[in-house]
């Protein structure tokens, strides 16, 4: 009976990008992606969004430009992004951002003083000495994490508002020279929400999201029941889940994980892209964080808010972690060592494993 469960999940397992299983019979059924879906790679990542009976060309073609346009104000490695800009005057000047810019920026400062720092948006230095995405990850010296840490200071990131319905939101600065921002933790959500208020426009009566396992479901299932969404077994191959959450639409999950982007070093350790920056959990900081935390995923209305507290949660452990996720009004799962699942109880009660 579990076996045949298992091989049900995984023929339901379909765009799987991140941590996070959409679970779509009909798609899988037909053994391609439905017509009713388009799937890109923007934004570092593969984004899928499925419309249903809603899809047509000219809505995909809007949902995904918004998607490039937000590729555009917030990569960390492209050089002519927005945020390239506010890098490139790292300790020397402010720099006038747009609304977007200054508003995810100002939501990450509010995690980064929640978490004193355990996130933090200006871990741009560290993320690159790791350089864990790209195709040369490696252990840095000690000396090179010592002087990327000294550059992580999120109260060295100055925003200042602009006047009221000035043509700019207002101004970042990083005060220091080298100081650089990565809000890699942040945005896909910031970009799901974006993505949110353009089905409700449209009036779009169903559909996924799925920006890189940063998922968002819309509307409700033809069938009046709830969605699911399988969440990554965190020892097993991708696409095999641990359990399914159940939820209505209108909703958000984030997850962030051990192995979404990890690389395995000379000495066989495998190294992650979570980085530990307070030493939260006995892991030493400037490192991928090591906590005992394989996953979480965190539900909330908030993509944004969902997927900096994916991020936030990982690295605080456990029992700071549901603290933080109650305190901003989302349920939050977690998979331990072992493959223990603990979580909020609204989180439990909707997950079957
Ligand atoms: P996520 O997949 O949402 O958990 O975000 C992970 C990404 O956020 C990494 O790939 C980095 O770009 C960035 N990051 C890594 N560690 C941190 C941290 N402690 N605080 C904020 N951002 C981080
Ligand atoms: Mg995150």
Same mark, same amino acid.
């Given at each position: 009976?579990?076996?045949?469960?298992?091989?049900?999940?995984?023929?339901?397992?379909?765009?799987?990008?991140?941590?996070?299983?959409?679970?779509?019979?009909?798609?899988?059924?037909?053994?391609?992606?439905?017509?009713?879906?388009?799937?890109?790679?923007?934004?570092?990542?593969?984004?899928?969004?499925?419309?249903?009976?809603?899809?047509?060309?000219?809505?995909?073609?809007?949902?995904?430009?918004?998607?490039?346009?937000?590729?555009?104000?917030?990569?960390?490695?492209?050089?002519?992004?927005?945020?390239?800009?506010?890098?490139h005057?790292?300790?020397?000047?402010?720099v006038?951002v747009?609304? /977007? *810019?200054?508003?995810? %920026?100002?939501? @990450?400062?509010?995690?980064?003083?929640?978490? &004193?720092?355990a996130f933090d948006?200006? $871990?741009?230095p560290?993320?690159?000495?790791?350089?864990?995405?790209?195709?040369?990850?490696?252990v840095?010296?000690?000396?090179?994490?010592?002087?990327?840490?000294?550059?992580?200071?999120?109260?060295?990131?100055?925003?200042?508002?602009g006047?009221k319905?000035?043509?700019?939101a207002?101004t970042?600065?990083?005060?220091?020279?080298?100081?650089?921002?990565?809000?890699?933790?942040?945005?896909?959500?910031?970009?799901?929400? /974006? *993505?949110?208020?353009? %089905?409700?426009? @449209?009036?779009?009566?169903?559909?996924?999201? &799925?920006?890189?396992?940063?998922?968002? $479901?819309?509307?409700?299932?033809?069938?009046?029941?709830?969605?699911?969404?399988?969440?990554?077994?965190?020892?097993?191959?991708?696409?095999?889940?641990?359990?399914?959450?159940?939820?209505?639409?209108?909703?958000?999950?984030?997850?962030?994980?051990?192995?979404?982007?990890?690389?395995?070093?000379?000495?066989?350790?495998?190294?992650?892209h979570?980085?530990?920056l307070?030493?939260?959990?006995?892991?030493?900081?400037?490192?991928?964080?090591e906590?005992?935390?394989?996953?979480?995923?965190?539900?909330?209305?908030?993509?944004?808010?969902?997927?900096?507290?994916?991020?936030?949660?990982?690295v605080?452990?456990?029992?700071?972690?549901?603290?933080?996720?109650?305190?901003?009004?989302a349920e939050?799962?977690?998979?331990?060592?072992?493959?223990?699942?603990?979580?909020?109880?609204?989180?439990?009660?909707?997950?079957?494993?």
């Amino acid at each position: 009976m579990i076996n045949q469960n298992k091989m049900i999940r995984k023929c339901f397992s379909i765009a799987v990008s991140g941590l996070l299983i959409l679970l779509l019979p009909a798609a899988c059924s037909k053994g391609v992606l439905s017509a009713a879906s388009r799937v890109e790679f923007v934004m570092g990542t593969l984004c899928r969004i499925d419309l249903f009976e809603d899809g047509n060309p000219a809505l995909y073609n809007r949902l995904f430009t918004r998607l490039a346009e937000l590729e555009s104000i917030f990569s960390a490695n492209r050089d002519d992004s927005e945020l390239a800009r506010v890098n490139h005057n790292a300790g020397l000047n402010a720099v006038a951002v747009s609304a /977007e *810019l200054f508003t995810v %920026l100002e939501r @990450a400062l509010y995690f980064a003083e929640a978490t &004193d720092g355990a996130f933090d948006p200006t $871990v741009g230095p560290l993320v690159k000495l790791w350089g864990i995405a790209t195709d040369h990850p490696r252990v840095p010296a000690d000396w090179e994490i010592d002087a990327a840490l000294a550059l992580v200071n999120w109260e060295e990131l100055e925003l200042v508002a602009g006047v009221k319905d000035a043509p700019i939101a207002g101004t970042a600065f990083l005060k220091r020279e080298g100081m650089a921002l990565d809000l890699g933790a942040i945005v896909k959500g910031y970009a799901a929400d /974006e *993505l949110v208020s353009i %089905l409700r426009e @449209a009036e779009v009566t169903r559909a996924i999201i &799925d920006l890189g396992g940063n998922i968002y $479901v819309w509307g409700k299932k033809d069938n009046g029941e709830p969605w699911n969404v399988g969440i990554q077994d965190p020892g097993a191959e991708r696409g095999d889940s641990i359990g399914i959450l159940e939820l209505e639409g209108g909703i958000s999950v984030v997850s962030s994980g051990v192995y979404e982007r990890f690389f395995t070093g000379d000495n066989g350790k495998r190294y992650h892209h979570i980085m530990e920056l307070r030493e939260n959990g006995g892991g030493r900081r400037g490192y991928p964080a090591e906590n005992g935390v394989l996953s979480t995923a965190v539900i909330a209305a908030s993509s944004m808010d969902a997927d900096a507290l994916s991020t936030s949660c990982f690295v605080l452990g456990v029992e700071k972690g549901l603290v933080l996720a109650a305190a901003n009004g989302a349920e939050i799962l977690y998979i331990i060592e072992e493959k223990r699942v603990l979580g909020s109880p609204g989180a439990m009660a909707i997950f079957t494993y």
